[in-house]
DNA sequence: AACATGACATAAG
DNA sequence: CCTTATGCCATGT
């Protein structure tokens, strides 16, 4: 039976994710049927493998920030390949207000 | 099976 | 703004 498991239907919202666009956990968690997810999605994204397609540089939290602080390696390295996909950055945040994914885009 | 932990969100104080 | 508490699900021990 085609009984997706629910990391299945998380990797599908988050491989949605188009370039220059970022979405957050609830958000993806809201997508994918319950806005509760919003945890199990933070874990689908620690348990992928490198080399993974899942663009999970473009998962942010609710306020727009890094995981980890802007200051941490992973913060760091995070933003620097939103940036490279065009979107800005302040303070640390990212602009929700004109990058949070929208999937009326489609 | 039970308990603890975790890339979160929301509410309340 | 910060800390607590609660909800939700998957994973590790």
């Known amino acids: ?3 997706k498991t629910t990391f299945e239907m998380i990797y599908d ?3 949605q994710i188009p370039e220059g666009a970022v979405a957050s956990y609830g958000q993806i968690a809201a997508f994918a049927g319950n806005r509760r997810w919003a945890r199990v999605v933070g874990y689908a994204l620690h348990a992928l493998p490198h080399g993974s397609d899942i663009p999970w540089y473009r998962v942010v939290k609710k306020d727009g920030g890094v995981i980890g602080g802007p200051d941490s390696s992973g ?3 995070q933003t620097e390949l939103l940036q490279k996909e065009g979107v800005e950055f302040v303070d640390g945040y990212v602009d929700m207000e004109h990058y949070q994914w929208k999937k009326v885009m489609f």
């Open 1 to 3: 039976m085609s009984e």
């Open 13 to 15: 919202i988050i491989g």
């Open 75 to 77: 913060g760091i390295y």
